[in-house]
């Protein structure tokens, strides 16, 4: 949350929003200029073509100039104030944009290290299959030794060893992934950092989640998104007023005054003009007519998507809901068959070791042991997974 580039961008993106109302209020406010010129050129009469008074062409006069102008719209009937609405809803709807960059990134955070937490875990699995593979070959070698099994058994054993070593380098990789998408996810820069995890599951609730009605409750209360579409329809509606006002009347009053000393006349009396204005553009070629339409096709969009959020909102709060519940049965089923195969798993060594097993019963034992504990990670991993989606579905904290 503190250094993910994507949140600061959503930041300087509320800054520029809150600098575009403040650019709509300049309307309202005074502007006042000022002025100063000097110049020279030559001496001929003006537009006669001859001198005048011993003037020629490489003679020259001077001429300066200082001047203030102030101007100030009193009055639009309204254009200015939507105007200014327009952009204070948007930049509103995009302070809530912020919230909703928030959850994806904290949900994208959550979503990698458990990501990460699994491949631990599979790496973890993994490494006990080969140490249990090392061991059936070592056991097949003094079998062969003792005359007790055939040859083939330690070439058995061998191919089973190698291919769980090549299972392991390949958990490791993909554990490696797992953190480099982390790393993405938080948003170092530094190459340096590298994120560790524990191959511990967060606890993960033990009740069900709520009812279908309450989380869509929550979600309808709590979700950014739908602050912010309440807001760009907000302004949407702002900026059709707008377009709809953009032919009437403006009030203005300006005032200016002038000095412009020159040769012949260095000491001039200042002047000066005040006034009011009151222009009507009483036919703009279709211009407003044009923005009204595009704002009010603006205004049918938002309240399109806003509807298209509410749908699919109760779509992500039933499908997240029914994971937890299906995974929640599923944890406990794998955790039964990972006790099921490893008793099985025991119950074949021991046959074995008594030279009363073969390998394939030993291979079976082994495989089904590898197959639980894998389905139990993934059941792990699905179960937390669910959960993290219904917090961001829900917006919780």
């Known amino acids: 949350m503190q250094q993910q580039p994507s949140l600061r961008q959503a930041r300087a993106q509320v800054e520029a929003a809150r600098g575009r109302v403040d650019l709509a209020e300049v309307a309202r406010r005074p502007t006042v200029s000022l002025s100063a010129s000097a110049a020279t050129g030559s001496g001929f009469g003006a537009g006669t073509g001859t001198s005048r008074g011993g003037a020629d062409f490489f ?3 001077e001429s300066t100039g200082v001047g203030a102008q102030a101007s100030w719209r009193l009055y639009d009937f309204g254009l200015t104030d939507a105007n200014v609405a327009a952009a204070q809803r948007s930049a509103e709807a995009q302070e809530a944009s912020l919230g909703s960059s928030g959850l994806d990134v904290r949900t994208s955070v959550e979503t990698t290290y458990l990501a990460a937490v699994a491949n631990r875990r599979l790496v973890e699995v993994a490494a006990s299959t080969v140490r ?16 007790a099994k055939d040859p083939i058994e330690v070439v058995q054993a061998q191919a089973r060893a190698a291919n769980a070593r090549s299972a392991l380098a390949q958990a490791r990789s993909n554990e490696a992934i797992a953190l480099a998408n982390l790393r993405s996810a938080i948003g170092w820069v530094d190459p340096a950092t590298a994120p560790i995890v ?9 009740a069900d989640p709520p009812g279908l009605a309450d989380l869509v409750t929550t979600a309808r209360g709590a979700r950014p998104e739908l602050v912010q579409l309440d807001k760009q329809l907000a302004a949407a509606d702002a900026s059709l007023t707008a377009a709809q006002r ?31 204005s009151l222009t009507w553009q009483v036919w703009d070629g279709g211009r407003a007519d044009a923005d009204a339409r595009i704002a009010s096709a603006n205004v049918a969009a938002v309240t ?14 039933e499908l997240s809901r029914a994971q937890i519940i299906a995974n929640r049965a599923n944890v406990a089923a794998s955790s039964e068959a990972v006790a099921a195969a490893r008793a099985q798993m025991k119950l074949a060594e021991a046959r074995y070791a008594q030279g009363l097993g073969s390998q394939i019963e030993l291979t079976d034992a082994q495989t089904a ?9 993934s059941a792990q991993y699905q179960l937390a997974n669910a959960w993290a989606q219904l917090r961001r579905a829900t917006a919780a904290p």
């Open 59 to 61: 003679s020259h006069t």
């Open 132 to 147: 249990s593979e090392d061991g059936h070959l070592d056991q097949a070698r003094r079998f062969v030794a003792a005359q």
């Open 198 to 206: 524990p191959a511990t599951w967060p606890s993960p609730a033990d």
């Open 246 to 276: 953009e032919r009437r009347p403006v009030l203005s009053a300006s005032a200016s005054t002038q000095w412009s000393p020159a040769t012949g006349n260095w000491s001039p009396e200042p002047s000066w003009t005040a006034g009011l």
């Open 304 to 317: 399109a998507q806003r509807d298209a959020l509410l749908v699919s909102l109760t779509s992500q709060l």
């Open 369 to 377: 042991v590898t197959t639980a504990e894998g389905n139990a990670v």
